[in-house]
């Protein structure tokens, strides 16, 4: 990547993507926040220029610079990708660590989190703006849409279907063959061995729905 990125998300996640990009050589322009308090502080030595739709900063992404989203929340997430792609008309770029490992043969789309000793094997199948955690393990022949959280140490077993705008918390389990619908939530350290209906909130060993 050649242009310097300018990261929405001065967070967590945010100062995480910050060092994937410069262990990768690119440079980090600077953040946008909407916590106006940040606005011209710095954090990792990278200033907050200002709010998600400053349109001065805005004006950049596409021509001097590239844009990636640090943010959590699924409904932020989605607004501010929807106005990259429509008033600036372009995609959000990969945060990918130099330690994950991404199968040649498997596919990935736009604006994805790819942590430290991530992998993604063969045939997998990567849709866009997931957020894949450290160590998180995606088998041969998954398919995980967008909009898709994988926490830390998960195991996605081979020929999972993980549907859009799944929450998958830490150390999570999915059993070969099983499909995850559209917005369900996995509870951390859970054992998914049957399907999980569409925003539906599963927890447990084996993983169960609750209210």
Do not use: W
């Not at 088998?139 to 929450?167: C, K, L, M, R, W």
């Not at 061995?193 to 993983?207: D, H, I, M, Q, R």
């Amino acid at each position: 990547m050649e242009n310097p990125v300018i990261i929405f998300g001065a967070n967590a996640l945010g100062r995480a993507a910050r060092e994937i990009f410069e262990t990768n050589e690119v440079v980090v322009y600077g953040y946008l926040d909407d916590n106006k308090k940040l606005h011209n502080t710095q954090v990792d030595e990278i200033t907050i220029l200002g709010d998600t739709d400053n349109d001065g900063f805005l004006k950049l992404i596409g021509k001097k610079c590239e844009a990636f989203v640090a943010v959590d929340d699924n409904k932020l997430r989605k607004s501010i990708v929807k106005t990259l792609q429509e008033v600036r008309h372009v995609q959000p770029v990969n945060a990918i660590h130099a330690k994950a490992t991404i199968s040649e043969k498997a596919t990935i789309g736009h604006g994805n989190f790819i942590d430290f000793n991530a992998y993604l094997a063969p045939g997998s199948k990567i849709g866009s703006h997931c957020l894949i955690h450290a160590k998180a393990f995606i088998g041969v022949e998954t398919n995980v849409g967008d909009f898709v959280q994988v926490g830390a140490g998960s195991n996605i077993n081979p020929g999972v279907t993980v549907e859009d705008e799944v929450f998958i918390g830490s150390g999570v389990t999915i059993v070969s063959g099983v499909t995850v619908g559209k917005g369900a939530r996995i509870g951390a350290g859970s054992v998914v061995v049957a399907p999980v209906k569409a925003g539906e909130t599963v927890f447990g060993n084996p993983a169960k729905a609750i209210n």
